[in-house]
């Protein structure tokens, strides 16, 4: 048997987090199959000019699971994660990501930053750091 861990998203947010009805209804409309996807939930923050984590927050408070990590790290099926370590890593992007860690971890807003900087896809800087070992940290929806 094995533990499925779905639902109670708005548990992790303080019991009288608000719900803007503006937010709501963007994130309803791009959840109509019943999940969001990473990068529909950063077009809404883009397109509302407000920070990820905003939606983030209104996505877990309507309880609709984020799906489809643009790093790979979750949300895909059936294996959950699709990302895989990359072969090399040049020396220049392992300085860059290495440079970039916080405690130990490189913060999803700087692997996006990194991505960007080198011309490289946002799955290409994860499987970079799947070959260094190391983790992603502190999603910038707060999926983790």
């Given amino acids: 048997m094995t533990l499925k861990k779905t639902g109670h998203y708005a548990k992790k947010h303080p019991a009288d987090s608000q ?3 503006e937010i709501a209804e963007a994130v309803k409309q791009q959840a ?3 999940e969001i996807s990473c990068a529909k ?4 923050a ?3 000019k407000i920070p990820p984590s905003e939606v983030g927050l209104i996505v877990d408070c309507l309880e609709i699971p984020l799906v489809k990590c643009q790093l790979g ?3 895909y099926r059936p294996q959950k994660r699709i990302v895989k370590p990359a072969e090399t890593v ?5 300085d860059a990501i290495q440079g970039s860690l916080v ?10 930053k990194i991505a960007r900087k080198f011309g490289i896809g946002k799955m290409k800087l994860a499987a970079a750091c ?3 070992k190391i983790k992603v940290s502190s999603c910038q929806l707060g999926a983790f």
């Fill in 130 to 132: 799947e070959a260094l």
């Fill in 41 to 44: 939930a950063h077009k809404i």
């Fill in 103 to 112: 405690d130990g971890r490189l913060p999803c807003r700087a692997a996006w």
């Fill in 19 to 21: 719900v803007k009805p």
């Fill in 73 to 75: 790290l979750f949300g």
């Fill in 46 to 48: 883009r397109d509302l």
């Fill in 32 to 34: 109509s199959t019943g």
């Fill in 90 to 94: 040049t020396e220049a992007l392992n």
